[in-house]
């Protein structure tokens, strides 16, 4: 036996021996209370009469979507998921199972249009993890949570999020030191009434991120001002800057893409066309325009940001300012319309992208 076999053969036993022995320390049967019947933990539809309020946010997130929604289904994505490395992630055994931190989540093979559902993060070897701090009367509850305060921490966004690198960069941005984890920007505070009407504090299931107007508006600051050479020529600034993000931007998934675009309008209020001549599909408009990308590995796209940029991922980090100059001619040319636009994938027209920022400068 090789010693590559031997360590894979030993981490099984110890997680399986880590698993009996929590089973054992939560009684197992979804940790249920004496005399309550044991819930089946085998799908999620056992948290829904209890947990509706949490189902409905839960339903409407793309968290429940990830195995069905069509962008991943895209030929160009995960073509129908036939590209098997993308089923681990959109489909998750429960990640306490199949451990917490930066290793590879092991795909399900059952409920798969579930996308990540309940138990792929409060499933743990035949109980239910639950905060730490538990709410009142959770230890007689059907399932009876086990508080574990891992479930809040970025270890258990880290065995599908850091397949793209998503948890590295947040530990290299300055929001570890002041207390800031995944859980500020994408499971905000929410109050829930429980039956008696009494209020009781939690957190939002709906994880919004890419496809969340306001998520994305709170990422980005965008500055714009005209600036003076000495030879009397003009040029625009615009200085965007990765202000509230604790990852890169655009985040996670290389077919992710941010372009600022500046049209430049004369003062007859013609718009000025592209100056670099002809553009790939998706980047027509705009004078001059700039993409926020990690291309895929075989995109030439990498090539072109290496010589102009000097790298070939040009996604903005964590609390960095990209400067980006239009120079222009002030007897012709009046204002000019700033635009940011977020495209779940870069072959997305700027029609169909949102628009994270969109403002006309007056250039005189």
């Not at 709170?218 to 615009?238: C, Q, Y």
Request: charged share 25%; proline share 6%.
């Amino acid at each position: 036996m090789s010693k590559a076999v031997r360590v894979t053969a030993a981490a099984a036993v110890l997680l399986l021996f880590g698993g009996a022995l929590f089973f054992l320390q939560t009684g197992g049967n979804g940790g249920a209370a004496a005399g309550v019947a044991p819930l089946d933990l085998s799908t999620s539809d056992s948290c829904r009469d209890c947990h509706a309020d949490i189902w409905a946010e839960w339903q409407s997130s793309f968290h429940a979507q990830s195995f069905t929604d069509p962008l991943v289904l895209a030929k160009e994505q995960s073509n129908n998921f036939r590209n098997q490395a993308c089923i681990p992630c959109h489909a998750p055994e429960p990640v306490f199972e199949t451990g917490l931190g930066k290793v590879r989540v092991i795909e399900r093979v059952t409920q798969r249009e579930r996308g990540v559902d309940c138990l792929s993060c409060h499933r743990a070897f035949g109980a239910v993890v639950g905060p730490a701090m538990r709410s009142p009367g959770a230890a007689n509850a059907p399932c009876a949570p086990i508080g574990d305060a891992q479930l809040a921490s970025p270890a258990l966004c880290a065995p599908c999020h850091n397949q793209h690198n998503t948890v590295d960069e947040w530990e290299s941005s300055r929001y570890p030191a002041t207390g800031v984890t995944c859980l500020d920007c994408h499971m905000q505070p929410v109050e829930r009434k429980n039956a008696d009407g009494r209020v009781r504090r939690g957190r939002s299931h709906r994880f919004p991120g890419g496809h969340d107007l306001e998520t994305l508006q709170k990422a980005a600051t965008i500055e714009a001002a005209v600036a003076r050479s000495d030879d009397g020529s003009r040029r625009l600034v615009v200085r965007l800057t990765n202000s509230g993000a604790g990852h890169n931007y655009p985040a996670d998934a290389r077919h992710r893409a941010l372009d600022l675009v500046v049209t430049l309008i004369q003062q007859d209020g013609v718009l000025l066309p592209p100056r670099d001549g002809g553009r790939g599909y998706g980047r027509e408009r705009g004078t001059e325009r700039r993409r926020f990308r990690n291309p895929y590995r075989e995109e030439t796209e990498r090539l072109t940001n290496r010589e102009l940029f000097g790298r070939e991922n040009t996604q903005i980090g964590s609390g960095e300012t990209i400067t980006f100059e239009v120079p222009f001619d002030p007897a012709a040319v009046a204002s000019a319309r700033v635009e940011l636009i977020y495209k779940l994938t870069p072959i997305q027209t700027d029609d169909e992208g949102v628009r994270v920022h969109d403002q006309v400068i007056l250039l005189r």
